[in-house]
């Protein structure tokens, strides 16, 4: 099995989530409530496309972010940015099928031509570094 896994568009993140395709091919709104992760996350590391805003509902998980452990907890938001190196770790009995919340994506494209692609930048909670 391939460790690094690439995720180009908000359509290959749906299909590896197991979840039905999306309506627009740029953004999603994805409820974690309705879907069964099919996908066996452990010691794989995922690149991603587009951002993410992730609210996490239940099951405490650590990912793998940077240079360190981003802690998951109840509650916590998390924001990717494209070109971001993160690894999911399984804490005790749980597992991907369990995780529980809600994530808003969206590819790059969706905002190239307007002012906030060039304000991007300057929203530091997108970035770990």
């Not at 070109?83 to 749980?94: A, L, N």
């Not at 590819?107 to 770990?128: C, E, Q, V, W």
Request: glycine fraction near 6%.
């Amino acid at each position: 099995m391939k460790n690094i896994i690439e995720i180009e568009s908000i359509n290959q993140l749906h299909k590896a989530l197991g979840h039905i395709l999306p309506k627009h091919p740029l953004i999603s709104m994805v409820n974690f409530n309705e879907i069964n992760i099919s996908i066996e996350a452990s010691n794989i590391k995922f690149i991603t496309g587009y951002y993410a805003v992730i609210f996490k509902q239940q099951t405490h998980c650590e990912f793998k972010y940077g240079r360190g452990n981003y802690d998951f907890e109840e509650g916590s938001l998390m924001f990717l940015q494209p070109g971001q190196v993160i690894k999911y770790d399984e804490i005790g009995e749980t597992d991907m099928s369990s995780f529980k919340g809600w994530g808003l994506f969206f590819h790059p494209d969706l905002i190239r031509k307007s002012f906030l692609a060039d304000k991007m930048k300057d929203y530091t909670f997108f970035s770990y570094e």
